[in-house]
């Protein structure tokens, strides 16, 4: 599962475990701090749970952008954009670790503390992530069939593209974040020779589809409709915009729900590369 549905909105679930994770351990960490270890009240360790939770986001935007600085470079403005998920993991739990490291060092009395909230929050993220996630890591695509929206054939997702590298976008044109983005792959769809782009619309009619198309006047390939949108829940997400990284055998090697930035996109499209 990659996101949540409460009522009309729709939230990716990895910063909600995170956001989950650290507060639990910080809670836990402050009731140990003055109930067993008798720390004044005015010292709070576990405050610094939320501080490293902060510092190893900051690393690992920072580490992915400096990974993909030719990316971000033509567009400074995107590394504010963090909706793009652009985060080198490693690189952020080993600023969170380093940083909870040299408090500890720093406070022995808060030791103890701390390593039961770091315990209980690591529990927490580890256990929910292990539950949500796939059973395979790198899942098929469904066989949801899609219908075209001019011509009116019938297609299974896996056929389209086949042996491609191929990203497939499910969007509505009633999404803003949707559209923000349509842009960006119309672009790259044109510069990308060796990708399959595909759009495949959730649960709108061949008329909506078309006439959203004539109004922005953007050059697309590969719109296809999926009239009873089974392709979102099919894959785990329950909104909307996502876009499935595949690779030419068919499987799913990245699965980013939220909208993308160009640069982002840009450098997926280069991991996709690198893991074929």
């Known amino acids: 599962m990659y996101s949540l549905s409460l009522g009309p909105l729709a939230l990716p679930v990895a910063p909600l475990l995170l956001i989950v994770a650290v507060w639990l351990g910080a809670w836990l960490a402050g009731r140990w701090a003055h109930r067993r270890s008798g720390l004044p009240v005015g010292e709070r360790p576990g405050d610094e749970l939320v501080h490293a939770a902060w510092w190893g986001l900051l690393w690992a935007r920072l580490v992915h952008v400096g990974l993909n600085a030719d990316l971000y470079l033509p567009h400074p403005l995107a590394v504010l954009d963090v909706r793009d998920g652009g985060w080198h993991g490693w690189s952020g739990w080993a600023a969170g670790l380093l940083w909870l490291l040299w408090k500890a060092w720093r406070r022995p009395a808060w030791r103890q503390a701390m390593g039961l909230g770091v315990a209980a929050g690591s529990l927490v993220w ?23 929206p001019t011509n009116g054939s019938v297609q299974a997702l896996p056929s389209l593209g086949r042996g491609q590298l191929r990203v497939i976008n499910l969007w509505a044109s009633w999404c803003g974040p949707c559209r923000q983005e349509m842009p ?48 979102g829940p099919a894959v785990g997400v329950a909104g909307l915009p996502a876009t499935l990284f595949v690779d030419p055998d068919g499987r799913i090697v990245e699965l980013h729900f939220g909208v993308l930035s160009e640069p982002a996109l840009q450098a997926r499209l280069r991991a996709l590369r690198e893991a074929s």
Request: net charge negative; glycine share 6%; charged share 15%.
């Open 184 to 231: 960006i792959f119309a672009r790259l769809q044109r510069t990308e020779a060796d990708v399959q782009f595909l759009f495949i619309n959730q649960g709108e009619s061949t008329q909506d589809v078309q006439a959203y198309l004539r109004s922005t006047q953007l050059p697309l390939q590969g719109v296809w409709l999926d009239s009873s949108s089974e392709l």
């Open 126 to 148: 580890g256990t929910a992530s292990w539950a949500l996630s796939p059973d395979d890591a790198q899942p098929p695509l469904p066989g949801v069939r899609v219908y075209h």
